[in-house]
């Protein structure tokens, strides 16, 4: 098992930042690939990147490409999303994502996703 909670969600203006931080424990995090989805009203979940387990590749969603960045810490069995120049439409419910497969985050999908965090907010005023 894994257990991942999420931190760092808020209210902000427009064109400003955010670094959300995932927290793991359970199983060995360095094992998993990790990623962030989100969720607006709504709306279906949907990815925003990911980071390999192996040599912390990434992929990302293509808006997000330029403004968001996700990065990992083993030592620590942390991934953060850096959020920068943030858009109303980044408005939603962002969570943690890990799957042990290396590739999934070139493939994602919610279904592939073995474990989930509970997810926090994240909101964009104009």
């Known amino acids: 098992q894994v257990q991942l909670v999420e931190s760092g969600g808020g209210l902000v203006q427009a064109g400003g930042s955010l670094r959300l931080s995932c927290a793991a424990s359970?199983?060995?995090?360095?094992?998993?690939?990790m990623g962030w989805f989100r969720q607006a009203p709504g709306k279906e979940r949907d990815f925003v990147a990911g980071?390999?387990?192996?040599?912390?590749?990434?992929n990302y969603a293509d808006s997000v490409k330029g403004r968001f960045t996700i990065s990992r810490d083993n030592a620590k069995n942390t991934v953060y999303l850096q959020m920068n120049s943030l858009k109303p439409e980044d408005t939603a419910v962002y969570y943690c994502?890990?799957?042990?497969?290396?590739?999934?985050?070139?493939?994602?999908?919610?279904?592939?996703?073995?474990?989930w965090g509970e997810g926090t907010l994240v909101t964009v005023s104009s």
């Open positions: 359970g199983r060995t995090f360095s094992s998993y690939s």
């Open positions: 994502a890990a799957n042990p497969r290396l590739n999934w985050i070139y493939t994602p999908s919610t279904a592939v996703i073995n474990y």
């Open positions: 980071i390999r387990w192996s040599d912390s590749n990434t």
